[in-house]
T-cell receptor, first 112, second 116 residues
Framework: AQSVTQLGSHVSVSEGALVLLRCNYS??????LFWYVQYPNQGLQLLLK??????LVKGINGFEAEFKKSETSFHLTKPSAHMSDAAEYFC??????????FGTGTRLTVIP | DSGVTQTPKHLITATGQRVTLRCSPR?????VYWYQQSLDQGLQFLIQ???????AKGNILERFSAQQFPDLHSELNLSSLELGDSALYFC???????????????FGAGSRLTVL
């Protein structure tokens, strides 16, 4: 079975501080991993994805994530938080059927 | 604008009623997915269609049904509605029905259903 666990349903950071959102996955085979962002009253937008190859993946808006097989993790980071980063972030995994299995989400608050 | 169009954006109805949510996939995408987002269940995969055929089923209730039409738009039918069906229903589309490096899901803005 495939699943993802997002540690921390709420994360608060100060503007300009490092953003770290944690995601661990469970999969019997190497997965495809995704981070999506949901701004208030909007749909989900793809931030970045890992399929194969380079384990450090860069996405939009300055975000990046590193696939660590030994730790079964795919944490999302951004060096410097901006007020516009306030949103809910979802980690997701898929394999084969292309159906995404989402984590429970992490709501990011950026404090001015 | 993601290219995936969902209507209606908001819908308020009463328990026991039936509603239909509509989704037009992004141009060129053949696969359509339905997800339900609620506060207590998070984002749950309901069902997937590819080129008119059901491809995969998730946590979809028997009171719910879906179909994909020849023009590739899809409809999600929710019947005998209960208070617990209140949620945001997302449609997503992709080119292929199977996971690959180039194949990602593009989501619509959702249809918010409120059951009173």
């Amino acid at each position: 079975a495939q699943s993802v666990t997002q540690l921390g349903s709420h994360v608060s950071v100060s503007e300009g501080a490092l953003v770290l959102l944690r995601c661990n996955y469970s999969s019997s085979v190497p997965p495809y991993l995704f981070w999506y962002v949901q701004y208030p009253n909007q749909g989900l937008q793809l931030l970045l994805k890992y399929t194969t190859g380079a384990t450090l993946v860069k996405g939009i808006n300055g975000f990046e994530a590193e696939f660590k097989k030994s730790e079964t993790s795919f944490h999302l980071t951004k060096p410097s938080a901006h007020m516009s980063d306030a949103a809910e972030y979802f980690c997701a995994v898929s394999r084969g059927a292309n159906n995404l299995f989402f984590g429970t989400g992490t709501r990011l608050t950026v404090i001015p | 604008d993601s290219g995936v169009t969902q209507t209606p954006k908001h819908l308020i109805t009463a328990t026991g009623q039936r509603v239909t949510l509509r989704c037009s996939p992004r141009s060129g995408d053949l696969s359509v997915y339905w997800y339900q987002q609620s506060l207590d269940q998070g984002l749950q995969f309901l069902i997937q269609y590819y080129n008119g055929e059901e491809r995969a089923k998730g946590n979809i209730l028997e009171r719910f049904s879906a179909q994909q039409f020849p023009d590739l738009h899809s409809e999600l039918n929710l019947s005998s509605l209960e208070l617990g069906d209140s949620a945001l229903y997302f449609c997503a589309s992709s080119v292929s029905p199977t996971a690959s490096g180039a194949n990602v899901l593009t989501f619509g803005a959702g249809s918010r259903l409120t059951v009173l």
